[in-house]
């Protein structure tokens, strides 16, 4: 079973920085992705990073510039450095992990708890 375990949330004022982290335990496959995702109150949740395992990254728009993510393989863990906060990024972000193993088309899908990221204006 995996478990994803993040860490890094808080308050923050806008124009400062934060790194969120999440670890992830268990059996993961070599064929993956890794993102983060936030939802903010009365809102979907997005898409806001992602990593494959060959660390090709892809970033929405709102966060280009700003925001980056990264991943430590022999750790199994994925980093957002998010810089030049705005309230607006205010969510509770969530780290998801997509595998699969290389036998195999069908891809487990899995969350981590959520951690909350609160920019002051």
């Known amino acids: 079973q995996v478990q994803l375990v993040e860490s890094g949330g808080g308050l923050v004022q806008a124009g400062g920085s934060l790194r969120l982290s999440c670890a992830a335990s268990?059996?993961?496959?070599?064929?993956?992705?890794m993102a983060w995702y936030r939802q903010a109150p009365g809102k979907q949740r997005e898409l806001v990073a992602s990593?494959?395992?060959?660390?090709?990254?892809n970033y929405v728009d709102s966060v280009k510039g700003r925001f980056t993510i990264s991943r430590d393989n022999a750790k199994n863990t994925v980093y957002l450095q998010m810089n030049s906060l705005k309230p607006e990024d205010t969510a509770v972000y969530y780290c998801?992990?997509?595998?699969?193993?290389?036998?195999?088309?069908?891809?487990?899908?899995?969350w981590g708890q959520g951690t909350q990221v609160t920019v002051s204006s």
């Open positions: 268990g059996t993961i496959f070599s064929i993956n992705t």
């Open positions: 998801n992990l997509n595998h699969r193993p290389y036998y195999s088309g069908s891809w487990g899908v899995y």
């Open positions: 990593i494959t395992s060959a660390s090709s990254t």
